[in-house]
């Protein structure tokens, strides 16, 4: 993304550039020492700089890392696998995936009504996809939990079941 963004920023400098030569020009006829365009030329470098910054942050894997979350529903697997072309389409450090919201298979061995059996055969299939896709970038296998995780009770839950259970 942030070469996209440089790649824009560059021709705009470059124009703001010609045209900034030919305001010199005019600038010293009038005997004028800094024109409008200087100031959009710097503004112009200033946000080229800082992208370039973000850019070297984002792409720097002693510093940054991505995790995409991914939920076993094939829209998600799709959407996190498009994704994740676009990450290393612009060199953006992926360090693996979490699979979120796994439905405990005891399930299908109690009483369940037939939308919950069908959702955990839909998600057995779609677990596979996953593995098949992503392999062994799956860093973690997080089950549904009761609600949303929000607060800093539900983010300690979270990470005793990632970090301190071992599945990460």
């Known amino acids: 993304m942030a070469k996209v963004y440089d790649e824009w920023i ?3 400098t470059k124009l703001r550039e010609e045209m900034r030569e030919h305001e010199e020009m005019v600038a010293r006829i009038k ?3 800094v024109t409008e365009e200087d100031q959009i030329l710097n503004e112009l470098l200033y946000i080229k700089n800082r992208i370039n910054q973000s850019s070297r942050i984002l792409t720097d894997r002693e510093k940054t890392a991505f995790f995409f979350v991914v939920v076993p529903e094939e829209m998600i ?4 696998e498009k994704a994740a072309q676009l990450f290393a ?3 953006v450090p992926i360090a693996g995936y979490v699979v979120n919201r796994v439905l405990p298979p005891e ?3 109690q009483d369940i009504p037939p939308y919950l059996q069908n959702r955990l055969k839909m998600q ?3 677990l596979d996809e996953i593995k098949k896709t992503f392999g062994g970038q799956v860093v973690a296998y997080v089950p549904e939990l009761e609600r949303d995780v929000t607060g800093l009770r539900m983010i300690e839950k979270l990470a005793d079941i990632m970090y301190v259970d071992g599945k990460a």
């Not at 697997?77 to 996190?80: A, M, N």
Request: charged share 40%.
């Open 107 to 109: 399930l299908a061995r």
């Open 10 to 12: 560059n021709r705009i």
């Open 31 to 33: 005997r004028q020492k």
């Open 77 to 80: 697997i799709l959407d996190t």
């Open 124 to 126: 057995s299939r779609y």
């Open 89 to 91: 389409k612009f060199d």
